[in-house]
Nanobody, 122 residues
Framework: QVQLVESGGGLVPAGGSLSLSCVGS????????MGWFRQAPGKAREFVTS????????RYADSVKGRFTISRDNTKNTLYLEMNSLKPEDTAVYYC???????????????WGQGTQVTVSS
């Protein structure tokens, strides 16, 4: 079992930056692949980015490539998402998630945080 808690969401103007964190507890954090997903009102949850245990393998959705950066610190059981050049279409609830396999599919992630709201004003 892995418990995940996100923080760092908020309101930011377009073009601004925001950093999210996700602290994990429970089973060994470093053994899991980690990812960020987001869900906007009325839309399906979508993949944002994922990272393997060492940080060697990373995937980004095309919509955030070059603007978002995922990282992790296994010594702190923490996953990060640095978001730059934010756009109004980035507005969503952002979730961190843990999976036993490297994936971009939400259904393969067994553990989820409660989500943190990111709102980008135009």
């Amino acid at each position: 079992q892995v418990q995940l808690v996100e923080s760092g969401g908020g309101l930011v103007p377009a073009g601004g930056s925001l950093s999210l964190s996700c602290v994990g507890s429970g089973r060994i954090f470093s053994s899991y692949f980690m990812g960020w997903f987001r869900q906007a009102p009325g839309k399906a949850r979508e993949f944002v980015t994922s990272i393997n245990w060492s940080g060697e393998f990373i995937r980004y959705a095309d919509s955030v490539k070059g603007r978002f950066t995922i990282s992790r610190d296994n010594t702190k059981n923490t996953l990060y998402l640095e978001m730059n050049s934010l756009k109004p279409e980035d507005t969503a609830v952002y979730y961190c998630a843990a999976s036993a396999q490297f994936s971009v599919i939400a259904g393969t992630f067994a553990y989820w945080g409660q989500g943190t709201q990111v709102t980008v004003s135009s």
